[in-house]
Every structure is written in C-alpha cells, then in structure tokens.
C-alpha cells in the first residue's frame, strides 16, 4: 500500500480515478461528491443513471489530481484505480471490475473474504478491502445507507483524503446529528476495514489523461484568420487558401449594406456565420463597418434580419426567368 507522502507525489503528475457501484437510494452519488469536497487539490465528479428507481444500479465517478489541467474531462471514468461497491449484490449483476489496471483496489461492503470475491470478479490481480458497512449503518445511523461508510474504507486504502478532511466535508453537507453520526461511522469503518493486497500498485501515468492539446494557440488559423473567418489563408500551409473557396456562390441573393442608415451598432457582425461582415478601424480607434464579403456571403439573410435600422437589403442575384424566344 502506498504511503500518504508517495500518493501526493503520484497526484501533481497523474489523475487518480475512481468509480461508485451503487444501488439507488444508497447514496453512490453523495459519496463521489464527498470525495471531491474533502480532497485538498482538483477534483470533478458526475453520475451516471438513467430514470431509475429505488434499488437500480448506478454508477458515480471522480477524478482527482493536484494538476487542474488532468481533471478537465467529463467522460465515464472506464479506467479506475479505486473502485467502491456499496452493495455485494451489485458483483453478480454489474461488471465492476471492468477497466481496473493490475495493482488496483476494489472495495466491497460485504461479509465474503478476498477468496469468495476472487471467484465472483474472475481477477486475482487486485488488491481487495471489505467492510460489513451494511451492519455499521444499521448500528450507527439507523438505515441502509452505506456511502459514508464505504468512503472510511477508501481512506484507510488509498490515502487520497484524511479523516479530518472527510469529516470537514461531512459537517458543510450534513447538520446535527445526522453529521455527527456519519463522521462516527467513518471511523468505525476505518478501523475495521480487512485489507488483501497483492504487493501491487496499479500505474497511475497509464490511465492518466494527457494535459489538453487539441487546441495548440500556434496551430495556423488561429492567429492568421482571414475575413472569411472559418478557411485558412496561408497557403504555404494549406494548399487552398479562402479566395479560392467561392462560397458566397452558394446564396441565391446580394445583400447589399448602406453606409448612410448602418449605426455601427455591430450586431450583424456578431450575428454572422461566416465573419462576412467587414469591419474596419477608424481614426477614432473604433471598429466600423465598412461593407459585407459577397465572396463569402452565404445570404443566409441573418443580418438583415437582426439589423435594427434596416441598413442592409437583399437582391435576388438570379433575374426573373424569360419565355423561351421562338426559333
């Protein structure tokens, strides 16, 4: 198991996952929550169901990392490290193993022993915690909810936040009495969690997003757009440059801007899908506009409309059809 110093380590370059196994009503969701509240770093959480009722199966999953950059992903969460299963029932209908690396943690609420569970999951690769948290949350909070109790055993496990943290947490979602007997049953799960490790560690860096790169500020387009807006205009780097992309063709009207009505209020510039609109600087160091692109302008007719001061008309580009001159 790995030491409280050497998971912070592995938390400013890698994203750790994590995934709920739930039924509803059991509080899967909370749970995932509560991780994100309690951990001192980045963290986003998201459910997964569908219209379920009380006692379906759902899912819940979360993301930690000291690097905010590694937990910008609201995708299903198919590659844990530490997965929680807050009912036994769940090994038998859902896969819950699904996607865990060799090396990581799967933690059940249930009386079985690693070997039982082993057979049930098909893996002997995992390091393996139970906790009888359906007994915890009978004796100490009444009912069958078995969230809070699941996540002291994901503290005793994996490190990711303290006690004192978790109860933080707690304390700002729950009040009274209600907080205070969670914050009891934490404690008691920690302290009586079995523990089967295989001496393996999973590799948190294989399952770890890599930090945002669709998008690079230097990419050509970005800093050399043309009035087009949407083509690159570099052709030693893209062989077909804009002025050749004729698309003002493709619309069956003109539209035609007056200099004398336009209030330079600019809102068919902004209106525009295709940054058809010219503007242009003045001396006073303000934008105006100054015409509209007709070899771009799809007379998609989005200006005219929008135009509070009736500044820009159409003219259909097509004249009126001719009878057919006899031979």
Request: with cysteine; proline share 4%.
């Amino acid at each position: 198991m790995l030491t409280p110093e050497q998971v912070k380590n592995i938390l400013k370059e890698n994203c750790i996952n994590l995934r709920f196994h739930a039924r509803g009503g059991q509080g899967g969701v909370t749970a995932s929550n509560l991780c994100v509240e309690a951990f001192y770093g980045y963290g986003v959480c998201q459910p997964r169901f569908g219209a379920e009722r009380m006692g379906s199966p759902t899912e819940s999953y979360v993301r930690l990392s000291a690097d905010y950059n590694l937990v910008r992903d609201n995708s299903a969460v198919y590659a844990p490290h530490f997965v929680s299963v807050l009912d036994p029932s769940l090994l038998t209908e859902v896969d819950v193993t699904a996607g865990v690396p060799h090396g990581g943690w799967l933690i059940v609420n249930t009386t079985m022993n690693q070997l039982e569970i082993q057979d049930i999951v098909k893996r002997k690769d995992l390091n393996i915690a139970t906790i009888d948290a359906t007994r915890i949350a009978f004796d100490i909070l009444g009912r069958n909810i078995t969230n809070t109790i699941i996540l002291g055993a994901l503290v005793r496990v994996s490190h990711l936040v303290t006690l004192d943290e978790l109860a933080d947490a707690i304390l700002k979602r729950f009040k009274g009495a209600i907080a205070g007997k969670n914050v009891e049953a934490i404690k008691q799960a920690i302290e009586e969690t079995c523990l089967y490790e295989t001496g393996n560690d999973p590799d948190f860096s294989e399952n770890t997003k890599v930090p945002y790169q669709q998008v690079s500020l230097g990419l050509p387009g970005y800093q050399e757009l043309d009035i087009a807006g949407v083509w690159y205009c570099d052709e030693d780097v893209i062989e077909v440059g804009s002025d050749q992309v004729i698309t003002g063709s493709w619309g069956e009207y003109d539209m035609i801007w007056d200099e004398e009505k336009c209030t330079d209020c600019a809102q068919c510039w902004f209106i525009c899908p295709d940054f058809a609109i010219l503007r242009k600087k003045g001396e006073d160091g303000l934008w105006h506009m100054s015409g509209i692109d007709t070899i771009h302008c799809k007379s998609c007719q989005n200006c005219l409309e929008i135009c509070p001061v009736q500044a820009i008309s159409k003219k259909l580009k097509q004249s009126p059809a001719s009878c057919a001159t006899p031979e």
